[in-house]
Every structure is written in C-alpha cells, then in structure tokens.
C-alpha cells in the first residue's frame, strides 16, 4: 500500500509537470486534465510501476488537479497559481482512489475483507455497516501521520431527501462562544469541551521529540506519539461537533446560526487559540450538511450586533466582553448575554425565511440558564428538552 501511494504521488508531481506546460489556450481546465489522463497507456512503456497499480487508481490520481484546481480556484486564485499551489503534499500523496470498480467488500472466515485489485484482500474494521441498498462507488485508502490506514467507501443510495417544512414548528437560535460552546433560545447551555488533559499530554511529548536526533528510530518512534496526540485531539472535538449539530438537525424544523468570519478571527491577536480550538466553522458546516439531510432549514444570518441589540425592544447597548448579562437600559429586559444574543438570532434567521414570530417571546423564555450542560454529556442529554421530545414522539 505505501509503494502504490508512493507511485500514485510521483504521477501526480509528473501530471502536474505536464498540466504547466500546457498553455490554457490548449482546451478547457477539464480538457487539458483529460489529455493528461490520455497519456497513462505511453507512460506505462517506461514507467514500470505504473503497471503494477489498478488503471482506476491512476486515473484518479490525475483527475486530483482538476478537483484542486478548482478549489483553490474558489479562494480566487488564478489557474496557473493553483496548479502550482496544489502540490502532493496537500491530500494528493497520503491518498489513492479506486473508482467504480476495482475494489469489493466481501467475508472471509467472518472478517470483513476489503479486496483491492492488484493489491490483497485487507481484513479491516467497518466503522458502521454499509446500507443493503447502497451501491458502493469508489473507497479512498489514506494513510494518517500515526501510520494507521484509513478506507473511505463513497456509496450511491436511491433515496429522496425529506422535504423541508414551509412553516417550521420547533425552531431555534444558536450563539456559539468559548466559555459555553452553544447557547440556545430553548434555554439549553452546553458547556465547551474541555481538552486540557490531552494539550498538556501534547506539549509532553513534543518536549521529548525536541530531544531525539532527527531522522532516529527513536526520533520517528517519538513522532508517531506526538501524532497520535494530534489525532487523539482532532478525534474528540470532531466526535463532539457530530454530536451536536446531529442533535440541532434531528429536533428542530429550523436552526438558525450566525455566519461569522471564522478566518478574520483567527487572523486577529487576542484570543485567537482558543477561536482555533473551538472549531465553530467546522461546527456550521456539519450543522449545514446534516440540516439538509434531515430537512430542516440552515439560515445563517449576519452576525453584526446580535450581541448589543435586545432581543425584546431592538436597541443597542454597548457591552464589553467581560459582561455576561444583557440589561436594557430602554425596556428592562434582562437575561443572559448569551441567550439575548441567540434571540436575535433567531429573529433574522425567521425574517431571512419569511416566517413570523411573537415579540413577546424572548422576553418570557430568555431566562439564564441554572446548570449548562457538560459537553461530555451531550451525547446522552444534548438538552433538557430531549427526553420530553423523544418521550412524545414514541407515544405518538
């Protein structure tokens, strides 16, 4: 597996050789790929190692710039900057695809087994089962840091996705911050998640790797821990956000979020550690896809002023962070600064939609919230709203 991957990253740096020396005036991006693509069989008079990888495989590996090109593309850049950019060490050298056929997952002395053509039969472990009526189009075989391998099945399932309600019922608000990751209109506070613990065990290691001659056995022994502890970090804030946003797509018709700048922040000196650690765009963008897949609405609304504006009279008052309760100096509204601010949201999120709502809402329920939920426990509780939810629905 490691030569067949090293073969398909030498393809990939001899494709894009190739792909800068074809002028643009040659076709379009996709054509000039294509006639990359055509060049494979010549390639195999010289290149002995290409005869020994799927032809699939191969293909794919070209059609790679295409998708990279394209990518970069979208951040504005131009073709000729993009093919350059998009080098074998960003996604193109660590992965090969097979594609439509090629590949098999089958049982073998009650192993799951994953057949690879001009490869072995690989016994592995299913993450979740593959649906009966899935009918599996192509798996990515990726190789992480740790040295741990990794098989990505994309499947086809004939299924529509369910409609999305005109009018919405169970609608919600969501504020993300750092000190309490999500605060709803609902009054449900889930606390962040605290990866203290596994960033001290981080520093350890990467102490001890500083101390190893590079290039050791003991040096790349050293290396794998100091990945594994990215993993381990990477693993557990994913794990929470699956969770999360899994729970906002399945119990509300509409969720409704703010479209922050997420790149600006970062970009900014204060605070921008923990910004990174909170992952709020990875966040939005599994809330996104997972809303679609259930049907819910996903509005994300402009995040100007949600925090100083009140949510029952629309005037702004002037907050400094440290201030974590909303107190209108107009109508007297009061309420957690969090919760006031998911209430705005909301609010657009109904306007963007063309839904309406009460204006006396917030001031009834946007209340402070008594106990946060732990982020280890969203898995369990997500809110307290769940089990009632969950305990209707089952005696409807």
């Known amino acids: 597996m490691d030569r067949h991957r090293d073969i398909c990253r030498q393809l990939y740096n001899h494709a894009l050789y190739r792909f800068d020396q074809i002028s643009e005036g040659a076709g379009t ?16 008079d010289w290149w002995d190692g290409l005869s020994d990888v799927y032809s699939t495989v191969l293909q794919t590996t070209v059609m790679r710039i295409e998708q990279n090109v394209k990518g970069l593309s979208a951040l504005k850049e131009t073709d000729t900057a993009s093919a350059n950019s998009s080098g074998s060490h960003h996604g193109s050298s660590a992965v090969f ?36 009526d899935a009918t599996l189009k192509q798996v990515t ?32 608000g969501i504020d ?47 290396r ?39 790149k600006g922040m970062l970009e900014s000196p204060s605070n921008s550690r923990n910004t990174a650690s909170a992952a709020w765009r990875t966040f939005l963008s599994l809330l996104e896809y997972k809303c679609e897949r259930k049907g819910t609405h996903f509005v994300a609304v402009n995040p100007r002023g949600t925090t100083k504006e009140c949510a029952s009279c629309g005037v702004s008052t002037e907050k400094p962070l440290w201030v974590r309760e909303h107190s209108c100096p107009s109508c007297g ?7 006031n601010a998911a209430w705005n949201i909301l609010s657009r999120g109904l306007k963007d939609v063309g839904v309406g709502y009460s204006e006396s809402t917030p001031v009834e329920t946007a209340l402070p919230v008594d106990t946060p939920v732990s982020a280890k426990r969203v898995v369990e509780a997500g809110s307290p709203t769940l089990k009632e939810r969950t305990a209707s629905a089952v005696s409807e």
């Open 29 to 44: 991006l996709n054509q000039r790929v294509r006639s990359i693509r055509d060049e494979i069989p010549s390639l195999k």
């Open 97 to 132: 695809t097979y594609s439509q056929s090629g590949f098999k997952l089958d049982k073998k002395g009650g192993q799951t087994v994953l057949s690879l053509s001009k490869l072995a039969d690989i016994p592995i472990r299913l993450h979740r089962a593959i649906p009966d």
């Open 141 to 172: 075989l990726k190789k992480e840091p740790t040295g741990e391998w990794f098989a990505t099945f994309g499947v086809q399932l004939d299924r529509e996705p369910p409609e999305t309600p005109e009018n919405p019922e169970k609608c919600v």
């Open 176 to 222: 993300v911050g750092i000190l309490k990751y999500a605060h709803d209109t609902d009054g449900t506070a889930v606390g962040s998640l605290d990866l203290s613990d596994e960033r001290e065990r981080l520093e350890r290691e990467q102490r001890k790797l500083s101390r190893k001659q590079h290039g050791s056995n003991n040096y790349e022994k050293q």
């Open 224 to 262: 794998r821990r100091v990945a594994g502890c990215h993993a381990d970090l990477r693993r557990k804030r994913r794990d929470f956000l699956h969770k999360l946003s899994n729970y906002y797509a399945r119990e509300y018709d509409l969720v409704a979020v703010e479209d922050l700048n997420v």
């Open 333 to 339: 509204f009061e309420a957690d600064r969090d919760a």
